[in-house]
Each structure stands twice: as C-alpha cells, then as structure tokens.
C-alpha cells in the first residue's frame, strides 16, 4: 500500500497542472477576444455557457466569428 502513495501524489499533482494550464488557456483566450466577438458567441451558446464552451465554439468558429467584426 505504500508503494501507492507516492504514485497518487504524483498523479494527483499532474491532474492539477493540466486543469490549472486548461483554465488559464481559457482565461487568455477570451480576454484577448473582442467584447463584440464574446457577446456573439455567447449568444449562439446561450447565456449560461461555461468558458470552457465559449473557448471551444470560438476556436472551431474563429474565422467565422473574427469575419463578423
């Protein structure tokens, strides 16, 4: 059982870093979006998307929504 331990902590701390590198990708993303842009695409997802949506239809989208300016 103590050979686990270490393995979980480790596992533990690389689940944290991928999640924490995910938000900030998200958080630069859209404060580098134009305000219009973001309105657009939140208003094609609904109002209660997450950013983690909004980021997503953007960057499949962006030529599309980048046109629209």
């Known amino acids: 059982m103590k050979k686990y331990i270490p ?3 480790i596992l533990f701390i690389i689940i ?7 938000a ?6 859209i404060y580098n979006m134009p305000d ?7 208003s094609n997802l609904g109002g209660c998307a997450s ?3 909004i980021v997503k239809e953007y960057m499949l989208n ?8």
């Open 16 to 22: 944290v870093l991928l999640l924490a590198g995910n």
């Open 62 to 69: 962006q030529s599309l929504y980048d046109s629209l300016k």
């Open 24 to 29: 900030d990708y998200n958080q630069t993303v």
């Open 51 to 53: 950013e983690n949506e």
């Open 36 to 42: 219009k842009t973001y309105k657009q695409v939140l």
């Open 7 to 9: 393995l979980c902590a």
